[in-house]
């Protein structure tokens, strides 16, 4: 029984079964991070050679050197103190937040030692002790890290390839076994506003997920695989074509090997803006772009580049009325099977523009006859208003901007609402009911026929009712919060 200054004990081997199973290169990153992360380092040098358990050549062991020619460690026992505060928490910048990388890749060695300035800390072999001992030195600039371990040769290769996939900064010469991997230029560079990172706001205090702008570098990928980064860091494989660095802290777990799928999502959206007028056709259908036309961060503009681009100029959606169908395929329409489409997907297409096959649907009078559109010439500006007008508060009421039309050739009604088109009977109405001082009028049709969108082939039922209802209380909560569509003037 006693007592202790410490709260908590840390079992080595404990540690070292978390991080066995971990990718070298993986390991090795940690270190690379430190050092771009260090201020006053321009040189990040890492060798990775085959040895024995002593660290000579051609063993049954890897030995891991990474050398630097900053400042040193500002507290040496930084190298075996788990989770120690550091202002780099402060940063949203800079890698480290956890304080643990180069204590990862010494739980797993065979024995590890660190040079630093003024200070060497070695951690001997279990067979020899294990533990550690500090020395003094007589180094006065850099810190190198070296780490023996037990590992396969043929692990060699894949943590060269990785690590030669890193992008430094522009201060660093970063060389791979006395090699400089070729500088990449970044294909496109985005801004992304308001996009997730962590940072504490000061020594010593958590990390919150906080909100801020950061830079996209985008880059052609180094093979068939794509990554994104943080900073230069690899993180993980992506769907996207593109390596994707992003110049600000990514929330991720201790480990730092992967993002969580809502924020992948919001890169996606991020580089979908910059690349969607540049997809092809099968491009446009990867899984990658449907989960970024499917967030929020993704605007209009972009969702409608990449619906033509998948869709073509020509396309709509399938009717269940089969005569609209063939109608519309005689007219050179690409029919497109609604399910081929996610929901969200679906209805940002419907917004952007794409039309239902009922569209092309046969519109009769009363006695039969087809009805006729209005010729342009005759679309008065009242008109065009009124059109624009109804097609907002589609887009309000009803989540899509329904299609509009001006007829004739019937006169049982005034208007028509079916396939996510409204038809103004303008002989019926006359255009002097399209001006601005009969608004009034003009909003109680519209959302009278917009109330039709959804029901059975009986209109005007006890459901209508519900409908109309529920349009005309949520137009009101608009008006009230200030957001129902103004109305449009020429």
Same mark, same amino acid.
């Given at each position: 029984?006693?007592?202790?200054?410490?709260?908590?004990?840390i079992?080595?081997?404990?540690?070292?079964?978390?991080h066995?199973g971990?990718a070298?290169?993986?390991?090795?990153?940690?270190?690379?991070?430190?050092?771009?992360?260090?201020? #006053?380092?321009?040189?990040?040098?890492?060798? %990775?050679? /085959?040895?024995?358990?002593?660290?000579? $050549? &051609? *063993? +049954?062991?890897?030995?891991?050197r990474?050398?630097?020619?900053?400042?040193?460690?500002?507290?040496?026992?930084?190298?075996?103190?788990?989770?120690?505060p550091?202002?780099?928490?402060?940063?949203?910048?800079?890698?480290?937040?956890?304080?643990?990388?180069e204590?990862?890749?010494?739980?797993?060695?065979e024995?590890?030692?660190?040079?630093?300035?003024?200070?060497?800390?070695?951690f001997?072999?279990?067979?020899?002790?294990?533990?550690?001992?500090?020395?003094?030195?007589?180094?006065?600039?850099g810190?190198?890290?070296?780490?023996?371990?037990?590992?396969?040769?043929?692990?060699?290769?894949? #943590?060269?390839?990785?690590?030669?996939?890193? %992008?430094? /900064?522009?201060?660093?010469?970063?060389? $791979? &076994? *006395? +090699?400089?991997?070729?500088?990449?230029?970044?294909?496109?560079?985005?801004?992304?506003?308001?996009l997730?990172?962590?940072?504490?706001?000061?020594v010593?205090?958590?990390l919150?997920?906080?909100?801020?702008?950061?830079?996209?570098?985008?880059?052609?990928?180094?093979?068939?695989?794509?990554?994104?980064?943080?900073?230069?860091i690899?993180?993980?494989?992506?769907?996207?074509?593109?390596?994707?660095?992003?110049?600000?802290?990514?929330?991720?777990?201790?480990?730092?090997?992967?993002?969580?799928?809502?924020?992948?999502?919001?890169?996606?959206?991020?580089?979908?803006?910059?690349?969607a007028?540049e997809?092809?056709?099968?491009?446009?259908?990867?899984?990658?772009?449907?989960?970024?036309?499917?967030d929020?961060?993704?605007?209009?503009?972009?969702?409608?580049?990449?619906?033509?681009?998948?869709?073509?100029?020509?396309?709509?959606?399938?009717?269940s009325?089969?005569?609209?169908n063939?109608?519309?395929?005689?007219?050179?329409?690409?029919?497109i099977a609604?399910?081929?489409?996610?929901?969200?997907?679906?209805?940002?297409?419907?917004?952007?523009?794409?039309?239902?096959?009922?569209?092309?649907?046969?519109?009769?009078?009363?006695?039969?006859?087809?009805?006729?559109?209005?010729?342009?010439?005759?679309v008065?500006?009242?008109?065009?208003?009124?059109?624009?007008w109804?097609?907002?508060?589609?887009?309000?009421l009803?989540?899509?901007?329904?299609?509009?039309?001006?007829?004739?050739?019937?006169?049982?009604?005034?208007?028509?609402?079916?396939?996510?088109?409204?038809?103004?009977?303008?002989?019926?109405?006359?255009?002097?009911?399209?001006?601005?001082?009969?608004?009034?009028?003009?909003?109680?049709?519209?959302i009278?026929?917009?109330?039709?969108?959804?029901?059975?082939?009986?209109?005007?039922?006890?459901?209508?009712?519900?409908?109309?209802?529920?349009?005309g209380?949520?137009?009101?909560?608009?008006?009230?919060?200030?957001?129902?569509?103004?109305?449009?003037?020429?």
């Open positions: 029984m006693g007592t202790s200054t410490g709260r908590f004990e079992s080595a081997e404990g540690m070292a079964g978390l066995e971990r070298l290169w993986s390991l090795t990153k940690e270190l690379v991070a430190n050092i771009w992360d260090e201020p #006053t380092a321009t040189v990040c040098n890492v060798q %990775i050679t /085959p040895t024995d358990e002593n660290g000579r $050549i &051609n *063993g +049954e062991f890897i030995t891991v990474v050398e630097d020619n900053g400042r040193g460690f500002a507290d040496a026992t930084d190298a075996y103190t788990l989770m120690a550091t202002n780099k928490r402060q940063d949203s910048e800079t890698r480290g937040r956890f304080n643990i990388g204590k990862e890749i010494i739980s797993i060695a024995w590890a030692r660190v040079e630093t300035v003024g200070t060497t800390i070695e001997p072999s279990i067979k020899d002790g294990g533990g550690r001992v500090v020395k003094k030195n007589r180094r006065k600039n810190t190198v890290v070296t780490a023996v371990v037990k590992r396969s040769a043929d692990e060699i290769a894949e #943590t060269l390839d990785a690590l030669r996939g890193f %992008i430094p /900064p522009a201060h660093i010469t970063y060389t $791979i &076994n *006395g +090699e400089e991997p070729p500088r990449r230029e970044f294909k496109h560079q985005t801004s992304a506003k308001e997730a990172t962590v940072i504490a706001s000061g010593g205090e958590p919150r997920e906080t909100a801020r702008t950061s830079r996209i570098d985008i880059f052609e990928p180094l093979g068939e695989t794509a990554h994104i980064y943080e900073m230069g690899t993180i993980q494989p992506i769907e996207a074509p593109y390596d994707v660095d992003i110049h600000q802290k990514v929330p991720m777990p201790p480990n730092r090997d992967a993002v969580r799928p809502a924020y992948l999502q919001d890169i996606y959206s991020e580089v979908l803006k910059v690349v007028g997809l092809q056709m099968s491009e446009a259908s990867e899984p990658w772009v449907q989960l970024a036309v499917e929020k961060r993704t605007d209009d503009d972009t969702v409608t580049l990449v619906m033509k681009a998948k869709l073509g100029e020509s396309a709509v959606l399938w009717s009325d089969t005569e609209a063939e109608r519309a395929h005689d007219a050179g329409m690409d029919l609604p399910r081929t489409l996610s929901k969200i997907e679906r209805e940002r297409f419907k917004k952007a523009g794409l039309q239902s096959a009922s569209a092309f649907a046969r519109v009769t009078s009363i006695d039969g006859k087809p009805v006729e559109e209005c010729e342009p010439e005759k008065t500006p009242g008109m065009k208003n009124v059109e624009e109804a097609k907002r508060m589609s887009e309000a009803l989540g899509f901007r329904c299609d509009v039309r001006f007829i004739r050739g019937m006169r049982d009604r005034s208007a028509q609402y079916g396939g996510q088109r409204l038809d103004f009977v303008y002989p019926v109405l006359g255009f002097r009911w399209f001006e601005a001082d009969n608004m009034e009028a003009q909003a109680s049709l519209i009278h026929e917009l109330a039709h969108e959804g029901e059975s082939k009986t209109p005007h039922t006890g459901e209508y009712v519900h409908r109309i209802a529920d349009l209380a949520k137009a009101l909560i608009l008006s009230m919060r200030g957001d129902f569509p103004e109305y449009p003037t020429n």
